[in-house]
């Protein structure tokens, strides 16, 4: 009798923990939300929400706190990333999964472990060096007066960050699909390319979309390689050679010597609050099309 009642102790004090995990991780993106919506309640003393979100003037001196530069400079980036990134992981993950040997696999997988484990300043380094020089011949090559430090430079250093990030999850999502699949296609008379096609990506679309909206979250909210390479001037950008000034840059560039100063304190705030939303409005609406998609 006392071991049984020493079990179901036990049970309900595990059921009780990891119920309050869960509670907390639930709990989590509110609580950031909150706290900073209520740091960034000094910025709307002066300032309407149109303002902060659509006007292009970033004068904090004189009390103007326009985040449109910012704003399009991380969406910019971010889909340059994503445009270079999203084919080459969709292609390697299926090469890997289902055409290279094992031993070569493994060799590729290893690569990309290590690629995932650089510290991303590392990355801003190698942009600096090879990607930004690279990209200032090429924009004179073509007439266009730049040096090399632009958002196409953000975008590629950025690409080459998220690669191990979503090639990892591409590729354990076609491992999970179920080999009889295959078997069976191959047997009806399909070729490899038709079965990967019709019956593996259709079975994996719902990962494949989870995987670059994942992809897309790390990206927007990457700062010190993008930092390093994107340009950092206030400006909209009109071309892929155009300097500009992401938000996450903007946060790391100005909380240091300016985070003191109570109104700077809250627009940069503000500005974690725009990264937290567009993620968070992000993931919902690719999650709501995932639902769509697993219906069908």
């Known amino acids: 009798m006392n071991i049984s009642n020493h079990r179901r102790t036990r049970d309900r004090v595990i059921t009780v923990l990891t119920y309050l995990a869960m509670t907390f991780v639930l709990l989590l993106p509110f609580a950031l939300f909150i706290g900073l919506a209520a740091k ?28 449109k530069p910012f704003i399009v400079g991380s969406l910019y980036v971010t ?66 007066q ?34 009889e699949l295959t078997e069976v296609s191959l047997s009806l008379g399909a070729t490899r390319w038709e079965t990967i096609r019709d019956v593996l990506n259709r079975k994996a679309l719902p ?19 993008v930092l390093m390479v994107v340009g950092n001037v206030v400006m909209i950008p009109s071309g892929l050679f155009d300097p500009g000034y992401p938000l996450p840059a903007l946060i790391a560039n100005s909380f240091g010597e300016l985070g003191s100063i109570p109104e700077i304190e809250s627009a940069l705030m503000f500005a974690a609050l725009i990264l937290l939303v567009v993620v968070l409005v992000f993931n919902a609406t690719l999650r709501w099309l995932i639902i769509r998609v697993e219906k069908y």
């Open 146 to 179: 730049s040096n090399g430090y632009s958002i196409l430079a953000g975008g590629v250093v950025l690409s080459i960050m998220v690669i191990p990030f979503i090639l990892n999850i591409l590729m354990e999502i076609y491992r999970t699909i179920p080999k």
């Open 40 to 67: 960034s309640e000094l910025l709307f003393r002066d300032n309407s929400l149109g303002q902060l979100l659509f006007s292009s003037q970033w004068r904090p001196s004189s009390g103007e706190f326009g985040f």
């Open 207 to 225: 990962g494949i979309l989870a995987a670059f909206g994942f992809g897309f979250a790390r990206a927007f909210g990457e700062t010190m390689a």
């Open 79 to 144: 889909l340059i990333a994503m445009l270079i990134s999203a084919p080459i992981c969709f292609l390697s993950a299926i090469h890997i999964t289902q055409y290279a040997p094992r031993k070569a696999a493994k060799i590729v997988v290893t690569a990309i472990d290590i690629l995932a484990g650089i510290p991303s300043v590392v990355y801003g380094v190698w942009g600096m060096v090879f990607v930004v020089p690279w990209l200032g011949r090429i924009a004179a090559s073509l007439g266009i």
